[in-house]
């Protein structure tokens, strides 16, 4: 993969942040702590998964502009 595609793609990574702590996932990093890798979309992330500072659901987090 080339480096423009590389750096296209991650431009269109989005960040999510939990409405109840703050905490905010970035699709880029991801959440190796829980086996997300980095570059794993949110609609990829099991519905299971919670927020790991507070421990809401993903219901609970929203899309930021950061």
Known sequence: M?????KQRYKLMK???CI???F???EEEG??????????AWEDIPEDWVCPDCGVSKEDFEMVEI
């Open 31 to 40: 959440w190796p702590e829980d086996g997300i890798e980095p570059g794993t």
């Open 24 to 26: 905010t996932y970035d």
């Open 2 to 6: 080339s480096h423009f595609i590389t």
């Open 20 to 22: 109840v702590c703050g």
């Open 15 to 17: 960040k999510w942040e």
